[in-house]
């Protein structure tokens, strides 16, 4: 080995540790396949957080409109896309979606296992793998078992990291490096039209790049010094410029979507222009504040993957204050710790830019950490491998101590996140709902949502009706199964509730899902009526409302349902004049659940004959 170069050697220390069995690796995957699809489908049978407006602009682009100009939407297309795409291929179905999740879930782990087996071993690989496929399911339920954005944005984004990563290794030919940095940024191209956080995978590039160009200067240096030749690299700079311009390609396709669709503008309002103005809704104070808080709370309950991350971190530090094997290997020192060194810091770095783009917003939902849970679960995997080794140099007693710890803190988080889990399957199993599920959240907010939906669709039995259906036996026979029929095919929520478009089957009476462009409040603080305000101009909002005139009036729904007014009156719809008038041909139905109705004055007659013996 005196004649061999650095890079070889390293080929040679992985391909030692890289000694697994493909049937154990098989045999892994298998666990990491049933314990996802188990984690998971006991809660498939509800709508979560915005699964409702996914859902509907799925349907309504496989109905033929275009986002954004007749559809509102406030994300990059991707997402609406894929909904499009599954309901198109096997129908809008619950199970549809939640099925792909699952999939979708064990295909991220699969990428984070080729990340981990290349940066460390496949055990750390494997191991990241299996955390990915729990600790993606341990948050706010609603946040992690939905199809969000984060989720879905996901993949690309570690595929991106992954690719980049690669193209910085002194073991890969310049041709193979550049080639790897352009479809980094293919991906990161795809996960921008996903999430725009997407973005933050160019800036861990570009940071990841600095640190690696000192690495590749010191390989040089090794490789004159023991076989008397030079390794040469692309420049920093070169790959970049690659990853950028594959940046572009993948995203090409969904901007000539965009264009040719005659979106561009509402595209640039409703995104970017709301996504400037919603993410700048907290002060400074107020989001640090809020990070400090929730990011505590998400490493507690989530507080195996916080002990792996800080023995990783202390352990770099330490390898720093020592000095670094990297500036310049000392002869004594091993190709592990070389490449361990590389590998930590350059998952830190990703943790450190994926964690900016939590931040981003100031709301720290539940569903914004996934953005960092690759990072976490590779750093998580690789800081579990390396507190069993240096266990190994302890007392039996203290070994013993912190095994116990760190299973009971696993054992925590299951039990806190995945109790419910066990209480829907037992019901399942028995075939009756438990008192404790029946107050649960999420089944409390979708019995009152398929409530008005059966009241909407004027079901016999009234909100009563909906009891007695099965999941999405309402919305059977409506307007998605055949060609709309007139104003009882419609509907319009005013508020931030699509999925009632989705329970009732009904068409959206207008394009507006939200009413966040109506009056400037965002969904997720218009409920709080001593704590909003409205970030856009009273001009714009008023031209929003008079588009939404404009659509309720060639639609002429029979209902129209009102979900703000219950909880903040200042926001009802009969706030607003233009609106109140347009009300002035609807009567008041009362309350289904926390919801307002309203219907038609000239079809209310068959509203009271189809309701005679229900009850609301």
């Known amino acids: 080995m005196t004649d061999a170069s650095l890079a070889d050697r390293k080929n040679e220390f992985r391909d030692e540790h890289f000694s697994i069995p493909l049937g154990t690796t098989l045999k892994v995957f298998g666990v990491i396949v049933v314990v996802s699809f188990l984690l998971r489908i006991v809660y498939a049978g509800h709508l979560y957080e915005d699964d409702g407006m996914w859902l509907t602009a799925g349907e309504e682009i496989v109905r033929g409109k275009a986002l954004y100009s007749e559809i509102y939407f406030d994300k990059p297309p991707g997402l ?48 990241a793998a299996v955390m990915f496929s729990v600790f993606s399911t341990t948050y706010v339920t609603g946040h992690v078992q939905s199809l969000s954005t984060d989720l879905l944005m996901s993949l690309p984004y570690t595929a991106a990291a992954y690719l980049m990563a690669r193209s910085m290794s002194e073991t890969i030919s310049k041709r193979g490096a550049a080639w790897l940095a352009a479809a980094g940024g293919i991906c990161a191209g795809l996960a921008f039209q996903i999430n725009p956080k997407g973005l933050l995978a160019l800036v861990f590039f570009a940071i990841a790049l600095i640190a690696a160009r000192k690495w590749n200067q010191s390989a040089e240096e090794q490789a004159r010094d023991e076989i008397g030749e030079s390794r040469h690299f692309n420049t920093p700079l070169l790959l970049f410029v690659l990853a950028v311009a594959g940046f572009v390609a993948g995203s090409l396709p969904f901007f000539a979507y965009i264009g040719a669709t005659g979106s561009s503008q509402a595209y640039w309002l409703y995104v970017w222009d709301w996504g400037a103005r919603y993410g700048s809704y907290y002060g400074t104070g107020e989001i640090v504040l809020t990070a400090l808080a929730r990011t505590a709370d998400y490493l507690a309950l989530n507080n195996t993957l916080f002990i792996a991350l800080a023995f990783v971190v202390v352990a770099a530090v330490r390898r720093r204050q020592a000095g670094e094997p990297v500036a310049k290997r000392a002869p004594g020192a091993s190709v592990g710790e070389y490449i361990a060194h590389q590998s930590d810091v350059t998952l830190l770095i990703w943790l450190a830019v994926s964690y900016a783009g939590v931040m981003i917003g100031g709301r720290f939902f539940g569903h914004y950490f996934i953005q960092i849970l690759p990072a976490l679960c590779l750093i998580g995997a690789r800081g579990l491998i390396a507190i069993h080794a240096s ?113 009732s089957g009904l068409l959206p009476a207008s394009r507006f899902l939200s009413t966040q462009p109506l ?98």
Request: aromatic share 14%; net charge positive; glycine share 8%.
């Open 391 to 503: 266990l190994r140099e302890r007392s039996a007693p203290f070994r013993q101590s912190v095994v116990v710890l760190i299973a009971l803190g696993f054992a925590f988080t299951l039990v806190r996140f995945h109790g419910r889990g066990v209480l829907l399957a037992a019901d399942l199993v028995r075939g009756t709902v438990s008192k404790t599920n029946q107050d649960w959240y999420y089944n409390q907010r979708a019995r009152e949502e398929r409530m008005v939906a059966a009241v909407v669709r004027d079901l016999a039995g009234g909100a009563g009706a909906a009891d007695e259906l099965g999941l999405e036996s309402i919305r059977a026979g409506g307007p998605r199964d055949r060609a709309p029929e007139g104003p009882e095919d419609y509907l319009f929520v005013w508020g931030y509730r699509p999925e009632i478009y989705y329970w």
């Open 80 to 127: 609406a896309l894929v909904y499009a795409l599954l309901s198109c291929l096997f129908g809008a179905h619950i199970i549809v979606v939640r099925l792909f999740t699952i999939g979708y879930s064990i295909a991220v782990a699969g990428l984070i296992y080729l990340f981990g087996s290349r940066l460390y071993d496949k055990r750390v690989g494997l191991l």
């Open 519 to 616: 009056t400037g409040v965002p969904a997720d603080v218009h409920y709080f009526r001593d704590a909003y305000r409205s970030v856009l101009d009273q001009s714009v909002t008023e031209g929003e409302r008079a588009q939404l005139l404009r659509d309720l009036e060639a639609t002429q729904p029979k209902y129209i349902v009102d979900e703000i007014g219950f909880f903040n009156n200042d926001l009802a719809i009969l706030r607003y004049p233009e609106l109140r008038e347009f009300l002035s041909a609807y009567k008041s139905i009362g309350a289904t659940g926390r919801f307002f109705v309203y219907v038609r004055n000239d079809l209310r007659r068959k509203y009271q004959l189809r309701h005679s013996t229900g009850s609301h």
